[in-house]
């Protein structure tokens, strides 16, 4: 009889070890967002990005990125980046002041994650440093 109580102690303690989840999951529960912020614009170089975020789950989804010149015509092309190694390049092309190129990664956000544009000239040559956002 001693022998079975413990048997049976073992599987319900087993099943307990179970249910908890680990450290891993708790610690990127505690990152993802309660609310997210709609859409964030950064501007610098010259250029801007605009990301925006829709809710996900418990967490955000960046379903929009946008980058354009924001100081006059530039010739060249856009670079997207952000995090899971998510990257997307523009044609290259003239920019008009205010033309957006629009991208569309569809990728969850976490607090921290950073969403980048920089600009290269006709040559492949950088213009501008990382103008990026983060939640």
Not at 3 to 20: D, F, P
Not at 33 to 40: A, E, I, M, T
């Amino acid at each position: 009889m001693r022998k079975l109580v413990l048997a049976v102690l073992a599987v319900l303690a087993g099943l307990t070890l179970l249910s908890v989840p680990s450290t891993a999951q708790a610690a990127r529960s505690a990152k993802a967002l309660v609310s997210c912020p709609g859409d964030k614009t950064e501007t610098g170089d010259g250029i801007a990005v605009k990301v925006y975020y829709v809710p996900y789950g418990s967490g955000c989804q960046v379903n929009h990125v946008q980058a354009w010149s924001a100081s006059g015509s530039k010739y060249g092309h856009f670079n997207l980046f952000g995090p899971y190694g998510w990257s997307d390049n523009s044609p290259t092309k003239s920019w008009g002041w205010g033309e957006p190129y629009n991208s569309y990664p569809w990728v969850v956000a976490w607090s921290g994650h950073l969403w980048c544009a920089k600009f290269y000239d006709g040559n492949n040559q950088p213009v501008t440093g990382n103008i990026c956002v983060t939640i």
